[in-house]
């Protein structure tokens, strides 16, 4: 299967100031803006077979930036959790609601006033990445590396669902603003490249092409979905 670059947007001005955006329509601030160019010059070179994007201002902003001669298709299914009356508010302010433990500790039970439950959040957001990853491997080739913008809570939901965690455990994993997860889909069980990688290189996270090798009765390639043994030598291609 394709391997898919979870990119979280750059910085906003909501982030900066400690409060909750939401879908409300923030921008990138300063920082947000070097993030994303810094974010482009790792991602030049990688040969992206397809570029997906919540619909939400700060995620494009971060891809015009940071892919400025991509067009990405834009997928409702990774945009922000609906906050519903939480949205725009102080974390400071919405530490103290009586749901905030709940979000914090048994997030599969939190519904937010008047908006999403973060069971439904999560649900349609690794749902729209499965969809988005077999049409892309039946397109490309399971070779292919492809990019999602989104954000945090709906990058740390995906990234749960592929290292088998309950929801209840999605709190542990963290997405910094312009960071990358990386994950690899296979037919019996995805693998988690990288997480919240926010420096490097970002090369060896392309598959090598299949190597052809002749028929030995004795010689068994391991499956796709087989993991390492020992922790093997590392992915991409050698320079």
Known sequence: ???VLLLRHGRTTANAS??????QPVELD????????????????????????????????????????VLPQLEDGIVECD?????????????????????QQHPS???????????????????????????????????????ACSHGDVIKAIAADALGLHLDQFQRIVADPASVTAIRYTATRPFVLRSNDTGGNLASLVPPPPVKKRRS?????PAESDAAVGGGAGGGQLP
Do not use: N
Request: charged share 20%; with cysteine.
């Open 1 to 3: 299967m394709a391997t």
């Open 217 to 221: 009765r004795r010689a068994v390639a």
């Open 30 to 69: 300063d920082a947000g803006r070097a993030q994303a160019a810094a974010v482009g010059a790792r991602l030049a070179g990688l040969p992206l077979a397809a570029v997906v994007c919540s619909p939400l201002l700060r995620c494009r902003q971060t891809l015009s930036l940071a892919l400025p001669d």
């Open 109 to 147: 039970a939190a519904v937010f006033p008047g908006g999403e439950a973060m069971a439904t959040m999560a649900s349609r957001a690794v749902s729209a990445i499965r969809r988005w990853d077999e049409k892309i491997t039946a397109e490309h080739g399971p070779e292919a590396v492809w990019l």
């Open 83 to 103: 906050y519903g009356s939480w949205e725009g508010q102080e974390l400071k302010k919405l530490a103290k609601d009586p749901l905030w433990p709940v979000v």
């Open 18 to 23: 400690g409060a909750l955006a939401g879908r």
